[in-house]
């Protein structure tokens, strides 16, 4: 069974200041590594997402996450936040052998200050 | 391209009442998932679909139950509602089963007086 750790339930960073939003995961498989962004009355929308290959992930809006097996952590950061980016930020994992289901952390509520 | 849709957004029931959730997958995706969202549970799978058969199921009791049809769009159902029922219901899809990254659709506001 799988397991993700936010540590930060909340983050306040003040505007064009860099960010980074910690997420830890626990497995005894392989696995994929995603962040959702959730805007208020919203639904999750797909920041990035590790599968395989290169362990520093580019996503959408200036964000990027590196995986690191060794530390099993997969930690978000952007060099300059906008006020726009303030939200809440999830990381999931999901097993490489297809059980077809996310485990989501609980969140971190992300508030950029002008 | 249209994103998932969810119908309706909002909901408000009784207890003891009954409620059909829906969910309009993104065109040609054919996996859908559904998640709970509680402030006090955060986001919890409920089950997966993948071309009409349930894939896996969360640890939810048997009064949550889904199907998808075969234009892959999916409903879930709750029978006999309960106050702990009230939440932001998330449907999911996904190209290939599985998912290699969930598209959502903005969700179902369930609210249980």
């Known amino acids: 069974a799988q397991s993700v750790t936010q540590l930060d339930s909340q983050v306040p960073v003040f505007e064009e200041a860099p960010v980074e939003l910690r997420c830890n995961y626990s497995s005894s498989v392989s696995v994929y590594l995603f962040w959702y962004v959730q805007y208020p009355n919203q639904g999750l929308q797909l920041l990035l997402k590790?599968?395989?290959?290169?362990?520093l992930v580019k996503g959408i809006n200036g964000f990027e996450a590196e995986f690191n097996k060794s530390q099993t952590s997969f930690h978000l950061r952007k060099p300059s936040v906008h006020i726009s980016d303030t939200a809440e930020y999830f990381c999931?994992?999901?097993?490489?052998?297809?059980?077809?289901?996310?485990?989501f952390g609980t969140g971190t509520r992300l508030k950029v200050l002008a | 391209k249209a994103g998932v849709t969810q119908t309706p957004r909002y909901l408000i029931k009784t207890r003891g009442q009954q409620v059909t959730l829906s969910c309009s997958p993104i065109?040609?995706?054919?996996?859908v998932s559904w998640y709970q969202q509680t402030p006090g549970q955060g986001l919890q799978f409920l089950f997966e679909y993948f071309s009409e058969t349930q894939r896996n199921k969360g640890n939810f009791p048997g009064r949550f139950s889904g199907r998808q049809f075969s234009n892959s769009r999916s409903e879930m159902n709750v029978s006999t509602l309960e106050l702990g029922d009230s939440a932001l219901y998330l449907c999911a899809s996904s190209l290939v089963e599985g998912g290699d990254g969930y598209t959502f659709g903005s969700g179902t506001r369930l609210t249980v007086v």
């Open positions: 999931a994992v999901s097993d490489t052998a297809g059980t077809y289901k996310y485990i």
């Open positions: 065109s040609g995706h054919r996996s």
């Open positions: 590790y599968l395989s290959g290169s362990t």
